[in-house]
């Protein structure tokens, strides 16, 4: 639970009095597996076109229980779903791919499917009455649903090379995205749905080598593409009006993007640099929040553009610096109406546009100088910068930026037969800022802010076998 702009100021590490009023805590449990076969056909391969296949799989569970500070009164509205989440999820996922080669020409083609099952469950978060009402445990049921999602896709990528200093590739990708839920909590409605997204997303680029002499070397590439994201099982939920099923007038976000950068390499000196433009039609917000349920709404368009820039100098023998910058302008191009807090039914806030979206940083850095020597291992003096971050939509209130620095020592010793021991120890904040590490973006209740750590040393001892 994170901290009110008054609180924080106050005492950024306190917690807040709601969360040890209903000692609000989370247990989690997952396991995953995954497996991938790859084969390389020989010479004479249908002709000798086919390639290679690849055949990737995963598997897992993920299961979650976590308490909320949620008063037992705002529990009273019969559709409210609990102060207790409770879910056990099982994903899966498989993808295909075959390459051929064709002259000048490499293709891949392949197909993927995902899937996930949440049985998903709520409780309120007290039991009792009155006096003898007990906070902080779990009590009644309020939902029981199974929800389910799943996708499936064809894709094909093709790489050209038209001369040793040009090469063109293309790409396009289609599918479509099912989601269902199943509710068997019925005494406040049925709340079940069906709904399914289809899509095709093409790409398509160009790199060129510019410069190519002995070991330096410089690329430039351009690329364009489209990108879909359909709402999620959670935004699909509840409908505006109350009425039961799907917000079937939701629609899926679809997004234009734009690439140019280049690549300049030389045995001391690298540095990559791109500038990108998105622009996103149908952005997803929150359009209610009551009783215990959010609702959303498509709040017309965005754009995200930026620059990212990274390089790497090695000005002598065991000396080593390293340094990214990022500038992103994120920012909505058409206004609409936002909450402003819970309870919520109709919201009333101005966001104008050209107002920043909210959680994102305008500007970021990371730089590094770094010393090894085989006897005394490596050294490095680390710095992080970051701008502040709007909270919410309406940019109310932002989180202010901020600048670490760290301090790192590693070493390695052989062990022989292919081993190998790592020892790492770093001490982190140095300076011990009190700054906000993270923001609760558009927490109806206000409390946006929550501390980073304080000054933190961690030591690591690693065993390697084999590679």
């Not at 063109?168 to 049925?190: C, H, P």
């Not at 058409?334 to 546009?353: I, L, N, R, W």
């Amino acid at each position: 639970m994170g901290l009110t702009r008054a609180d924080f100021n106050s005492n950024p590490y306190q917690t807040a009095a709601q969360a040890t009023q209903f000692n609000t805590r989370k247990a989690a449990r997952q396991t995953q597996a995954g497996a991938s076969w790859r084969h390389l056909f020989g010479a004479d391969a249908l002709g000798g076109l086919l390639r290679e296949s690849q055949v990737a799989l995963y598997s897992g569970d993920r299961s979650v229980t976590q308490w909320q500070a949620i008063p037992a009164a705002t529990q009273a509205n019969p559709r409210h779903g609990g102060g207790v989440v409770d879910f056990d999820r099982a994903y899966s996922g498989v993808d295909a791919r075959l390459r051929w080669g064709f002259g000048p020409v490499e293709l891949v083609t392949g197909l993927a499917q995902e899937r996930q099952q949440d049985d998903r469950r709520g409780y309120e978060n007290f039991t009792g009455t009155g006096a003898s009402q007990v906070l902080g445990v779990t009590g009644k049921l309020r939902r029981d649903e199974q929800n389910t999602a799943t996708s499936r896709d064809v894709y094909t990528q093709a790489e050209w090379t038209l001369n040793p200093d040009w090469v063109a590739s293309a790409g396009v990708r289609s599918g479509k995205v099912s989601l269902r839920a199943r509710d068997a909590y019925l005494s406040n409605g049925d709340d079940s749905g069906d709904l399914s997204f289809s899509y095709t997303n093409p790409v398509a680029g160009l790199r060129w080598q510019a410069l190519k002499e002995g070991s330096r070397s410089l690329h430039l590439h351009a690329s364009a593409a489209r990108g879909f994201e359909a709402p999620t099982l959670g935004e699909l939920a509840y409908k505006p009006d109350a009425s039961a099923g799907f917000n079937t007038a939701l629609k899926p976000q679809v997004s234009r993007q734009l690439e140019l950068g280049l690549k300049y390499r030389e045995p001391a000196f690298a540095v990559d640099a791109a500038v990108f433009d998105t622009r996103v039609s149908d952005e997803l917000a929150t359009l209610s929040n009551s009783g215990g349920r959010s609702t959303f709404q498509n709040v017309g368009a965005t754009q995200r553009r930026g620059l990212e820039l990274a390089g790497r100098w090695e000005p002598a023998r065991g000396w080593r610096t390293q340094a990214a910058l990022t500038w992103l302008d994120a920012t909505y191009r058409d206004a609409f109406k936002a909450c402003a807090g819970t309870p919520c039914t109709t919201p009333t806030v101005d966001v104008p546009a050209g107002n920043r979206i909210a959680g994102t940083q305008a500007r970021s850095a990371w730089a590094e100088l770094a010393w090894r020597d085989s006897a005394w291992g490596e050294f490095a003096l680390e710095a992080r910068g970051v701008g502040r971050v709007a909270v919410n939509d309406s940019n109310s209130d932002f989180a202010a930026g901020y600048g670490l620095a760290a301090l790192r020592w590693s070493q390695q010793w052989s062990l022989g037969q292919a081993q190998r021991l790592e020892l790492t120890a770093r001490i982190d904040n140095l300076a011990d800022r009190v700054y906000a590490g993270s923001v609760i973006v558009g927490d109806g209740n206000g409390r946006y802010f929550e501390a980073g750590a304080p000054r933190t040393v961690w030591v690591g001892v690693r065993w390697v076998h084999g590679l």
